[in-house]
């Protein structure tokens, strides 16, 4: 199947009451094994690709990969671009194929965060490509982002609608005491400013730092809103422990081998808890 963007998996995950996970990727041996079991589990998918991983290989060779990865799977396959937070990339990126993207200027003030995402909505459109925003301060990998944040670094709901509709996202990413990386301590999501912020827009919301996040809060988050978690730290641990195990094979190839499955089965538990197993 050809590479989509976000709006028809998200809207689909919104009428079933489930989420898609979107997962990292830096290589043709997680993109194989995610894509693989999301064949398996008759799941719709999305590959990620973030400012980390795109120096590895490049943008038109990782868009190279989840192209001829997906025209080999069954289910829809989205592929995009995650926490670009320049313009530059973000057109680097839809011009190497990327059928969605993120633009990620929650950083900055309202009014600019809201000038920079539009750009980028108008600069996609042209192109058939989808884009998410983000508004509210989930943090940048490798950076320490305490888990339940400050109450001024959440998602404001009062202000939500005025984002989505002032920018035409078609996905909003919010930060309800979420974080990226691996929880310090268990977080306790903010579903009241999770319910506002759903009652106020009509956008599909996204929950990033999905790693870590107890079964019970995920699932009551889906249930008010959440169509998208992103999953990265925990197939980079799967990863990487099976790369680096005391008995790992001697040929790397073999070390792959094992780390291509390890990714699998954290990709493989994930779809059946966000429930979209049976959903392609």
């Given at each position: ?245 005391p008995d790992r094979p001697a040929w790397y190839a073999h070390a ?25």
């Amino acid at each position: 199947m050809e590479l989509i963007g976000i709006n028809t998996i998200l809207a689909d995950a919104r009428r079933g009451h489930y989420a898609v996970g979107a997962f990292n990727f830096c290589n043709a041996e997680t993109a194989q094994a995610i894509v693989g079991i999301a064949c398996e589990l008759r799941s719709p998918v999305i590959l990620l690709i973030g400012p980390c991983e795109i120096p590895l290989l490049g943008a038109k060779t990782l868009g190279r990969i989840a192209r001829l990865v997906a025209e080999e799977a069954d289910v829809p396959v989205c592929l995009h671009l995650d926490h670009a937070d320049d313009i530059p990339l973000v057109r680097e990126c839809i011009d190497a194929g990327f059928p969605s993207v993120m633009i990620d200027a929650s950083a900055r003030g309202f009014d600019d965060n809201i000038g920079i995402t539009r750009q980028v909505v108008e600069m996609a459109r042209d192109r058939g490509v989808t884009v998410e925003g983000e508004l509210g301060a989930v943090g940048s990998v490798g950076r320490e982002t305490p888990e339940g944040a400050s109450g001024a670094s959440l998602t404001d709901p009062s202000r939500a609608a005025e984002f989505a509709e002032r920018t035409g996202v078609d996905a909003l990413a919010v930060a309800i005491g979420n974080a990226h990386g691996i929880y310090t301590r268990r977080p306790e999501l903010d579903f009241d400013r999770l319910s506002a912020i759903a009652a106020a827009t009509n956008v599909p919301l996204v929950l990033h730092g999905g790693s870590g996040t107890p079964p019970d809060q995920l699932a009551r988050a889906i249930e008010i809103g959440i169509t998208k978690v992103n999953v990265a730290s925990e197939i980079s641990r799967a990863f990487l422990a099976a790369v680096c195990a005391p008995d790992r094979p001697a040929w790397y190839a073999h070390a792959l081998v094992n780390a291509k499955e390890a990714a699998a089965e954290v990709t493989k538990q994930w779809m059946r808890q966000l429930g979209s197993a049976n959903r392609a």
